[in-house]
């Protein structure tokens, strides 16, 4: 479903009583498209330590750095799945901001995500942007929709960015293959760039509280290890810095002493 030219209002049941992950990182960077559920079990992993907001901060930071030195390297359309509510700097203010014209189709599966993509766009006019409802768990389905299609031409190269949704795969969804259709249909020269919440610096513990929380909410945390998360970079071209915690990715500020254990591990890389 795309928000261009749909001007029929498709009712969406929010389901407020359940915690919803799109809603909890809202709570998390401080907005305020939540409701009661999604702050309770946000407070619940926020208890778990100072790094959960720094490092939800600092995941929507490297999104922000990652889009922009992919608009800077030629690269002009924008897969983005796992889009989220939005938030200061979305991918495609970002872009346009380097390319004008850049093109964005957004894709998450989470209804509510549809609505407040649509609202922000009629309210910005942005050309060239689409919001789909679409399951990264079936990436062919996404490949083959038309409203997607509609914005993305898959003959040039794509940035595919999947920011902090790979750890809401299952293993047995099968993130790997997932990874490997979508990189599959973009032609040579596509970049992607990712985000992975990890339990690297926690005790094995302290790391399984986050998705026990999540177990009660639309969609289970599965955090991995930094070696886990290299595997979906298989095959392909590294950026430097290489794969390294969110904050250290290029940043455009003096580091700072906890930002080696922020708990996302960040990467871009380019398709040979
Ligand atoms: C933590 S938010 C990340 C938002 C944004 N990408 C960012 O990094 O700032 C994760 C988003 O992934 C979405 N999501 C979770 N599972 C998904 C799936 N199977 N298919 C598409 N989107 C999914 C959630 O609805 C939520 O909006």
Do not use: C
Request: proline residues 8%; without cysteine.
């Amino acid at each position: 479903m795309s928000d261009e030219g749909d001007e029929t209002h498709v009712p969406v049941d929010l389901r407020p009583d359940v915690p919803h992950p799109a809603r909890m990182y809202d709570y998390y960077l401080g907005g305020k498209d939540n409701f009661p559920a999604d702050r309770a079990a946000a407070e619940q992993v926020v208890s778990l330590g100072p790094l959960v907001r720094i490092s939800a901060r600092a995941n929507r930071a490297f999104l922000q750095r990652a889009v922009r030195h992919l608009a800077e390297e030629g690269i002009t359309q924008f897969l983005d799945i796992g889009t989220g509510i939005p938030a200061a700097g979305n991918t495609h203010e970002v872009a346009q901001r380097i390319v004008p014209d850049a093109r964005v189709a957004y894709v998450d599966n989470d209804p509510i995500v549809l609505v407040h993509g649509r609202a922000l766009l009629a309210g910005s006019g942005a050309g060239h942007v689409t919001v789909v409802q679409g399951d990264l768990r079936d990436p062919k389905s996404v490949l083959a929709d038309p409203a997607v299609r509609a914005v993305i031409d898959f003959d040039r190269p794509v940035g595919l960015l999947l920011f902090a949704v790979l750890h809401f795969i299952d293993d047995a969804d099968d993130p790997y293959g997932i990874v490997r259709t979508l990189l599959d249909a973009l032609p040579a020269g596509s970049r992607i760039a990712l985000s992975h919440a990890t339990g690297d610096f926690t005790t094995p513990e302290q790391a399984a509280k986050g998705p026990a929380v999540y177990r009660a909410a639309t969609a289970q945390l599965s955090m991995r290890s930094r070696e886990q998360v290299a595997r979906f970079f298989e095959g392909l071209e590294l950026a430097e810095p290489g794969l390294v915690t969110a904050p250290l990715w290029r940043p455009d500020q003096e580091p700072q002493d906890t930002d080696r254990e922020v708990a996302i591990w960040a990467g871009v890389a380019r398709k040979p």
